[in-house]
Every structure is written in C-alpha cells, then in structure tokens.
C-alpha cells in the first residue's frame, strides 16, 4: 500500500500536481520528434495518448493486478514438442491463443515485480521507462480481441 502512494506521488511530481502539464522527468519518451513537420506533430499526439494511458493505468491497476494474481502456465520443452503441426494451420492458432492468454499474465507479473522495487530504486528514470514499457505491453496485448481465425491471429503476430 505504501508503495503505492510512493508511486502516485512519483507520478504527481513528474505530471505535475494538476496532472495537465507537460512532463518534465522522461524526456526520452519523445525520441526523434521533428518539431515543425505534421507526421511529427501527430507522433507527438499519439505519443501523449499511449502516456496518458500509462499514467491512467497506475490509478487503474486493477486488471493488472487480477493478470498478476493468475498463476502462468509453463511449457516445457517436451511439451512444445507434442504439440505437433498440422495440415490446416490449426497449431498457429492454438499457439496464438495461448500467448494471447499467457503473455498477459506474465506481463503483470513483471509490472508487480517493478512495483515491489524499493521506491529509490523505482525513481530511476530508466526502471521508470521500462515500467512504462510493460505497462504499455500489457495494455496492447490484454485489449486484443480473442484470436478466432488465421486473419486475427495474423494481426496479433504483427502486434507481438
């Protein structure tokens, strides 16, 4: 609990107290920005959208937390042996659902292993990006719709 607020406060300072103004700890979170150009102007957007998810996720964890609370399954290397291949392509989309259930998982686990750091540890601008990195992995993944067809789990090739 108390690292929580550790962290809300961290967010605070860093977003400043009304939570409107521009970032000033993680300028490296606008890499290559181009000021003047529209595709600069529009990264810079889609940018400020992916963080504003990220900061909304630390206030709304819960799914990360429910993810983090669900044990992972382990293949094992037999196991992945047996799983064979098929004819019709059916093997992908079974592997493809299990990744699309699993990586979640193993994901959140991940973000409450970055969560549990001591908070001076936690304040390094580096560990904080890699935070953030995962945060945005999860968000991505858990929202993809369920894998039901080889079109659908194309897309989520391309998106892994």
Request: hydrophobic share 35%; aromatic share 8%.
């Amino acid at each position: 609990m108390v690292k929580r607020i550790m962290w809300k406060t961290l967010l605070r300072i860093e977003l400043g107290a009304a939570g409107n103004q521009a970032p000033c700890v993680l300028p490296f979170l606008l890499p290559g920005l181009r000021y003047g150009s529209s595709s600069a102007i529009d990264q810079h957007h889609e940018l400020a959208r992916e963080r504003s998810k990220t900061v909304t996720s630390f206030y709304n964890q819960s799914a990360i937390d429910t993810a983090a609370e669900k044990p992972s399954v382990r293949l094992t290397p037999t196991t992945m042996l047996y799983s064979g291949r098929s004819q019709d392509g059916s093997h992908l989309l079974k592997s493809s659902r299990y990744l699309h259930h699993e990586l979640p998982v193993r994901i959140a686990h991940r973000i409450k292993g970055f969560r549990s750091l001591p908070f001076i540890i936690g304040c390094n601008p580096t560990i904080l990006h890699v935070h953030e990195l995962y945060i945005r992995a999860f968000q991505k993944l858990s929202e993809f719709p369920p894998i039901k067809d080889q079109e659908s789990e194309t897309q989520y090739c391309k998106l892994v």
